[in-house]
């Protein structure tokens, strides 16, 4: 069971999307409201959603035909890095200038420490949502999409539900040093999630999904690559405790566990490029790059 957000006139409405992909209007005003409303009812928020959608009629829409809204407002997105050989390999590119497997980069030095790389991503006003567009940062020439599993959490910092995350990144600034990694990757735009939150309850096993990048360049597929949430080198809960200590969490906090996905290394974004990452039972985060 997934969870949306869509513009209906004025009015933003919270749905439940099920896995035949039936759409149901709920009557909370968002899944914070929602969670609260089946606490109260002795249930689990999938419990109460099956109770509302029982004997109810869904929308006669295919919900990617609605005006899709960011599935949870986020007050703050955060994201781990270097959490997947790929990307520990990408970075040592970067920096040395070609070579994937340098052996004492700081990327390697954090692959394999106990404390692992946690970065402040974003901001609600900074964050789009499915059909969006996310932007280029105008000092850069070598920008990729990051396909990320991310985590939605509770302000007790529990993982409540599953989304997709896009980590716009700069290569350059990033490999050019360390100390620029807020300007590689915090500006405007530069984070998606999306489509659908899919209910920590109903994500059997987190560890296996699969996740697809297509980049489509006028029409044509221009990188098509996929890789498994398996690869992952850390727990989940292991990143979430990390973010907590001593930090302060919100409902809606969502944390960005890594990328396991990184265009070849002589590809950089242009305007007018779609970007659709897809994780299949949470849905396809599809957003257009703008200059
Ligand atoms: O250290 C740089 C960022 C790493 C990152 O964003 C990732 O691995 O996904
Ligand atoms: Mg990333």
Redesign the pocket.
């Known amino acids: 069971m997934r969870l949306i957000q869509y513009r209906d006139g004025v009015s933003k409405v919270l749905a439940a999307v099920t896995d035949d992909e039936a759409v149901y209007p709920l009557e909370d005003k968002n899944v914070w409201e929602l969670f609260r409303r089946a606490e109260r009812q002795g249930m689990t928020p999938l419990e109460q959603i099956n109770a509302d959608i029982t004997g109810g009629t869904p929308l006669s829409r295919e919900w990617s035909s609605l005006e899709l809204l960011p599935p949870v407002d986020a007050p703050e997105v955060w994201?781990?890095?270097?959490?997947?050989q790929r990307?520990?390999e990408?970075?040592n590119y970067e920096v040395t200038g070609g070579k994937a497997d340098a052996g004492s980069t700081?990327?390697d030095l954090?692959y394999d420490a106990e404390r692992p790389?946690i970065?402040f991503k974003s901001t609600l006003a900074r964050t789009v949502g499915p059909g969006g567009s996310v932007k280029l940062r105008s000092d850069s020439s070598w920008q990729v999409p990051?396909p990320?599993l991310g985590l939605v959490l509770n302000a007790g910092g529990e993982i409540v539900a599953y989304t997709i995350g896009n980590?716009m990144?700069c290569r350059d600034i990033?490999g050019e040093n360390?100390l620029y990694?807020p300007q590689?990757?915090i500006w405007k735009q530069s984070c998606s999630i999306g489509p659908a939150i899919r209910l920590a309850e109903a994500t059997p096993n987190p560890y296996d999904l699969e996740i697809g990048l297509r980049i489509y360049r006028k029409d044509e597929a221009v990188v098509d690559i996929s890789a498994n949430t398996g690869s992952l080198k850390r727990r989940l809960d292991e990143l979430v405790s990390f973010l907590k200590r001593d930090n302060l969490i919100f409902d809606g906090t969502v944390l960005?566990?890594?990328?396991c996905l990184v265009p070849p290394d002589d590809f950089t974004l242009r305007p007018n490029d779609r970007i659709e990452i897809e994780i299949k039972p949470i849905g396809t985060l599809i957003n257009t790059v703008e200059a």
Not at 79 to 84: L, R
Not at 256 to 259: H, I, M, V
Request: net charge negative.
């Open positions: 994201a781990a890095g270097v959490t997947y990307s520990r990408a970075r700081f990327y954090v790389e970065f990051e990320e980590d990144s990033e360390p990694l590689a990757k960005l566990t890594g990328t």
